[in-house]
């Protein structure tokens, strides 16, 4: 008698099941190879350096393709890449020499064109690159010989040579040959790593450049996976499945440490957190004595101690913290005072109207708990809020169009970390996230950012520190820390506070 | 009546059934009575407390949350919101799609057609990426929530009213009533309705789980009922990061999902065996 | 007229098909259209994807290259007109073709589909039937309980649970990712999860009718074993609501396949949906809408197809 159909179906299904078997036998590779697995929460949308400028899609970029300069954070100076020295000839002009027998991994020479061609197409507005602000000052790039360029800029910059830290140089005619998004899956640049393969949304595999003008990179591949889900990842750096990974859950740390095999390192990082003031709108947010009192009503200290277990480091009374260029080490943060939090509501006639935060679930470390801590902290003081937990869309709308209601719970890292940029991007007024108005500060700014003789520009921008003290953007929460965990195989990791991992400097033993 | 009563006390996994769903609608009912703190009580001091059979406290029965919320009161105020949710939405999707399905099969012709057509058009669409999308119309939040259920439900009782609709459409009473000259209103609500009842039923009873689990799927994509508004489904979301460190967070407010939806099935696996003649004799 | 017979039931069966296949296509189309004009409620995506610098003239000029300036109809003609060319658009986060990218996730997520539903056939469906033949007896109790347990669990719950026991307690199964056979498991399985419970009790009931039937019962008394009438007659007449249920999975399997990938970190279709949807990525929503709805409709005309050689009853409708 026939066998029963579903038996019969069984028997292809499983046969087709074998098919796939074929690629998991052949997965085990020559031992001879060091490859490392990195697993981070996100995912990149383009493997091009200047359109997706995440930091974990920085990671894969910055190794393909380098910048001219690079930020030491210890020191907080430049250190020369692809650019050998950089001078400041008068207000308006840098000149920049380049590093000489350098080449891209498609046999293009690096020289003064690639530069030129780098910068200018960040202003392509086909890219919609993120790294606008940090070249629209430059008005005009003269080449002076093969290795010397010269960058005029439209007002004076003082930061420039700074930000020219993210920007990534790239083969001209690779990538107008090839258009962006060709070059987007599969970049190619002078650095110690060339792109292999990316599967969108599960990982790219990168391999060590053996022409590299520094010489080859330790490991042989590099895999950077991501995994959004923090258990999951957590569970890939468990079983040995991933070297290093970023973000744990907090509270594993104890139980990852007596892991023979495994360790974790921490380092704080330039994103701060805080809660947006939304002053754009008609509201009792314009007067200072409310925003003060909010700060006064948020126990800081209890959240970074509790809800991230002393993973944070609180923010003193200013939006950057120390690792920023132009912080204020005199400013003191507010006190947890909820009594004086009350007295002033009361004062500003504001204890009856209800206030909003808005926060997103996900984007940063325990965001949903921190913002739900901090509605109770605030109903607790006096100053009636509700919490509006929005999807990460429709949150990035309303960020982007200034339309959020009150409060935004947010968090903002500016690389390289220097005042101005972080306060040009978020708190003066203009096209970026600044929802804040305050004249005085705007003034200040304006004069700070280009003021070149040192000293005067630290007071300068010591005094918008203070401003912001007095007359608060937001409530200042704390800096994050980013937590890694990694194999003790691992040799070579060094944790940055702009979240960089470099896989040059990693090995395997 | 006091035939069934016998008939539930045979039966044990009906006895277990109604006895669950009775504990779980008091609790729903006596939250405020029976909860032993404030479920929006937070202290950050004493986040992930285990449990008292865990060496925990007793003040904390069933631990602490990750904002150091009581879980046993959040569980026992979480009953009412899941049980609100999951009943709105039934009921909102069971009579939209019982109706829409019943005029279907009855009148037949075009409206039949019309109405299976958005069914089947509805069926064609993957019912998470429906839910998702209306979630991005409208914003996260309990009524929202209800309302994607609702939208995201209602097809699957269409098709099985209109099923029976067909099949009751042609029984004897139906025909005669016609005869008799009867108003078609009247046949369709008063004939036809109370006879394709049971099989909904049954199938609302086994939807109020997935309802409460829909709910769970849209906390865990962050598009669930606003804090601090307890769940179950929100609260196996919320604690899910802590499954591998404090695995009663997300876990026992699962066991309270997976206890009344098993409580739920056996009532309706009861209601269907009795009503159901032929397995009756079995 | 014995000759002209066989002509015409093949005929019959072209048409039926033909009709089948033409509404297939008339529902797709709809699904589109509804989605179409749904995602646009859902807000403006230009302020996702432009740079903060962005001056007012930069993001009109986004708009217009989306084609967002135009009114709504016009959009949908362009819309239409552009599709049945099988062009979806660029995404607007990946600046890919919206149709290619989600083409190129199409396989993994069918994998894993069909080891789910490898594991609803070699396993939810013989427990089904050993649970309605052996009805009541211990093997009915544990499988039914399982079954409730699939059902009532929530699946990203369960996902992570898997990975905590079989991958890093217990290091079986690779913990994420798509590489290889085994890492199709511990999805496969908490994909599977709701379905094969929902096909192992819809088994169990269907056949515990059948098995209570007349015709089985005259089976019996003709002297047949056991498992001839069980597994040559009761099944086949159990087929048609069992083979109904298994076909209307595959549009809650696409929605369970958006959990299981987040969980595991799966490079699928479902994780690029919702994140289109959350990004506001409209071309890749529709992309996928098209693509998920083509499944399921293929799903149930192969099914519809499967019961009119099925039932003899329908073909002479």
């Not at chain 1, 002009?93 to 197409?121: C, H, Q, Y």
């Not at chain 1, 204890?351 to 708990?369: P, V």
């Not at chain 2, 703190?37 to 449990?51: C, F």
């Not at chain 2, 631990?63 to 049980?83: E, M, N, Q």
Request: proline share 6%; charged share 20%.
């Amino acid at each position: 008698m026939k066998s029963p159909v579903y038996v019969r179906y069984s028997l292809i299904v499983l046969f087709i099941q074998l098919l796939f078997l074929g690629p998991g036998l052949l997965q085990l590779n020559c031992q001879a190879e060091k490859v490392i697995t990195i697993a981070e929460g996100y995912a990149p949308y383009s493997l091009d350096p200047h359109v997706d400028t995440n930091q974990a899609a920085r990671n894969i970029s910055d190794s393909i393709c380098e910048p001219l300069f690079w930020y030491d954070f210890s020191k907080k100076e430049l250190v020369p890449n692809l650019g050998t020295s950089v001078k400041n000839l008068n207000d308006n002009t840098w000149e920049i020499r380049l590093r000489k027998d350098v080449s891209f991994t498609n046999g293009e020479p690096f020289d003064a064109n690639a530069v030129k061609f780098s910068i200018e197409r960040i202003k392509d507005p086909q890219l919609k690159s993120r790294l606008l602000a940090t070249v629209r000052n430059i008005k005009e790039i003269k080449l002076i010989d093969p290795y010397t360029v010269h960058l005029i800029t439209s007002s004076p910059t003082p930061t420039l040579p700074f930000y020219l830290t993210r920007v990534g140089m790239v083969p001209p005619k690779y990538v107008r040959e090839k258009g962006f998004v060709e070059f987007g899956k599969k970049p190619i640049g002078t650095g110690p790593f060339e792109s292999v393969r990316w599967v969108q949304d599960e990982y790219a595999e990168i391999k060590a450049n053996k022409d590299y003008w520094k010489g080859k990179a330790k490991v042989d591949r590099v895999i950077f996976r991501s995994i959004p889900e923090t258990i999951t990842r957590m569970a890939a750096l468990k079983t040995g499945e991933a070297h290093l990974v970023s973000n744990l859950v907090i509270e594993e740390i104890p139980s990852i440490k007596v892991n023979k095999d495994l360790d974790v390192v921490s380092i704080p990082s330039i994103r701060m957190l805080f809660i947006q003031f939304n002053m754009l709108q008609d509201s009792l947010l314009k007067d200072k004595r409310v925003r003060q009192a909010m700060n006064y009503a948020v126990d800081v200290d209890s959240i970074v101690k509790n809800v991230l277990q002393g993973y944070g480091v609180r923010l003193s009374g200013q939006l950057i913290s120390k690792e920023y260029e132009g912080y204020n080490p005199n400013i003191k943060p507010y006190p947890y005072d909820p009594a004086k939090a009350r007295s002033l509501i009361k004062e500003a006639g504001a204890e009856n109207y209800q206030f909003t935060l808005n926060a997103s679930t996900g984007r940063y470390l325990r965001d949903k708990e921190i913002a739900e801590v901090v509605v109770n902290q605030l109903n607790a003081a006096g100053i009636k809020t509700k919490l509006n937990i929005m999807e990460h869309g429709a949150l990035t709308q309303q960020l982007m169009n200034k339309k959020f209601l009150d409060l935004l719970l947010s968090g903002l890292a500016t690389p390289p970390p220097t005042a101005d940029l972080f306060y040009g991007v978020g708190v003066r007024q203009g096209p970026f996230y600044s929802t804040y108005v305050n004249r005085e500060f705007d003034q200040a700014f304006d004069e700070a950012v280009s003021t070149i003789e040192k000293e005067k520009r630290q007071k300068l921008l010591y005094r918008l520190g203070e401003i912001c003290r007095d007359d608060p953007p937001a409530i200042f929460l704390h800096q994050q820390v980013t937590i890694y965990g990694f194999n003790k195989r691992l040799a070579g990791f060094i944790p940055s506070p702009d979240e960089k991992i470099d896989p040059y400097l990693l090995d395997l033993k | 009546m006091n035939d069934l009563l016998n008939n539930i006390i045979k039966n044990k996994k009906a006895l277990i059934g109604i006895t669950i769903m009775l504990l779980v609608i008091l609790t729903a009912l006596l939250a405020p009575l029976i909860a032993p703190h404030d479920p929006g009580d937070q202290d950050v001091t004493r986040r992930l407390r285990p449990p008292y059979f865990m060496r925990g406290s007793a003040s904390y029965f069933l631990g602490t949350d990750a904002l150091g919320r009581d879980i046993l009161s959040r569980v026992i105020f979480g009953s009412r919101i899941s049980l609100l949710v999951s009943l709105a939405s039934v009921m909102g999707a069971g009579l939209i799609g019982s109706i829409l399905g019943l005029l279907s099969g009855y009148y037949g012709g075009k409206v039949d057609s019309i109405i299976m057509r958005i069914v089947d058009i509805q069926m064609a669409l993957p019912y998470l990426i429906l839910a998702i999308v209306v979630m991005a119309v409208l914003k996260p939040g309990l009524q929202n929530v209800v309302i994607v259920l609702i939208v995201t439900g209602w097809v699957r009782y269409a098709r099985v009213a209109r099923a029976q609709t067909l099949v009751v459409k042609e029984n004897e009473f139906v025909t005669a009533a016609v005869a008799l000259g009867a108003k078609r209103s009247w046949i369709v609500f008063s004939e036809i309705m109370p006879n394709i009842l049971i099989p909904l039923v049954i199938i609302a009873s086994l939807e109020i789980g997935q309802m409460i689990l829909g709910e769970a799927t849209l906390s865990f994509l962050g598009l669930g009922v606003q804090p601090p508004v307890p769940t179950w489904g929100g609260m196996v979301a919320d604690g899910r990061d802590y499954l591998s460190f404090a695995w009663w967070v997300p876990t026992l407010p699962g066991l309270a999902i997976l206890i009344t939806v098993l409580g739920i099935n056996f009532f309706g696996d009861w209601v269907r065996d009795s009503f159901d003649p032929r397995l009756r004799n079995l | 007229m014995a000759q002209a017979c066989p002509l015409r039931v093949i005929n019959a069966d072209m048409t039926y098909v033909g009709k089948r296949l033409v509404y297939a296509l008339l529902v797709i189309f709809s699904v589109l259209t509804i989605v179409f004009f749904l995602v646009r409620l859902s807000g403006d995506p230009t302020s996702l994807f432009v740079p903060l610098s962005a001056t007012q003239a930069e993001i009109e000029q986004l708009r217009k290259e989306i084609g967002l300036d135009q009114p709504v109809y016009i959009q949908y003609y362009r819309f239409l007109k552009r599709s049945v060319q099988g062009d979806f658009g660029l995404s607007l986060r990946y600046q890919q073709p919206a149709l290619d990218l989600v083409i190129v996730r199409l396989p993994a997520t069918l994998e894993l589909a069909l080891v789910a539903l490898t594991f609803m056939f070699v396993i939810a469906l013989p427990l089904g039937i050993l649970s309605a033949v052996k009805r009541n007896s211990p093997v009915d109790l544990f499988s039914s309980g399982l079954a409730l347990f699939g059902q009532s669990v929530p699946g990203f719950w369960l996902g992570l649970v898997l990975i905590l026991i079989f991958s890093v307690k217990l290091p079986l199964f690779p913990s994420s990712g798509y590489k290889g056979f085994l890492s199709l498991i511990l999805p496969g399985i908490t994909l599977a999860a709701f379905s094969s419970s929902l096909v192992a009790r819809m088994t169990r009931s269907s056949l515990l009718e059948v098995l209570s039937s007349n015709y089985i019962t005259t089976a019996r008394s003709k002297g047949l074993s056991e498992w001839t009438v069980i597994l040559k007659h009761s099944l086949r007449n159990a087929a048609i609501p069992i083979v109904t249920i298994i076909g209307l999975q595959v549009g809650p399997m696409l929605s369970g396949a958006i959990i299981t990938e987040q969980v595991f970190g799966f490079p699928g279709m479902g994780r690029l949906a919702v994140q289109a949807v959350l990004n506001r990525d409209y071309p890749v929503v529709q992309a996928f809408v098209v693509v998920a709805a083509s499944l399921i409709t293929l799903t149930n005309l192969t099914v519809d197809i499967l019961y009119y050689f099925l039932d003899p009853r329908i073909r002479h409708e």
